[in-house]
């Protein structure tokens, strides 16, 4: 069983930057798929960001590339995005989540932090 804690949200200007963690228990982090989800106000949650268990490439909404990266830390087990040049559609409370190796879906998610991007 994987636990999910996520931190480094806030509030900042537009233009700004953010960092966000994840902390994960458990001793088999590095066999998970890692990605990162957020839910903006009144919409449906959306995919951000993924970093893979195997070293493949990192994969990313359209809507962030070149802004947010996406990292691990398998001896931490640590999940980061880096969130640079944030925009106020940014938004959204921001969720951690897991996939065992090649598993089609996320089965276990953190609880969200909050990041607001204000113009």
């Known amino acids: 069983q994987v636990q999910l804690v996520e931190s480094g949200g806030g509030l900042v200007q537009a233009g700004g930057s953010l960092s966000l963690s994840c902390a994960a228990s458990g001793r088999t982090f590095s066999s998970y798929t890692m990605g990162w989800f957020r839910r903006p106000p009144g919409k449906e949650r959306e995919f951000v960001a993924a970093?893979?268990?195997?070293?493949?490439?990192?994969d990313y909404a359209d809507s962030v590339k070149g802004r947010f990266t996406i990292s691990r830390d398998n001896a931490k087990n640590t999940v980061h995005l880096q969130m640079n040049n944030l925009k106020p559609e940014d938004t959204a409370v921001y969720f951690c989540a897991a996939r065992y190796r090649t598993a089609i879906n996320y089965s276990h998610w953190g609880r969200g932090t909050q990041v607001t991007v204000s113009s």
């Open positions: 970093i893979s268990w195997s070293g493949g490439p990192n």
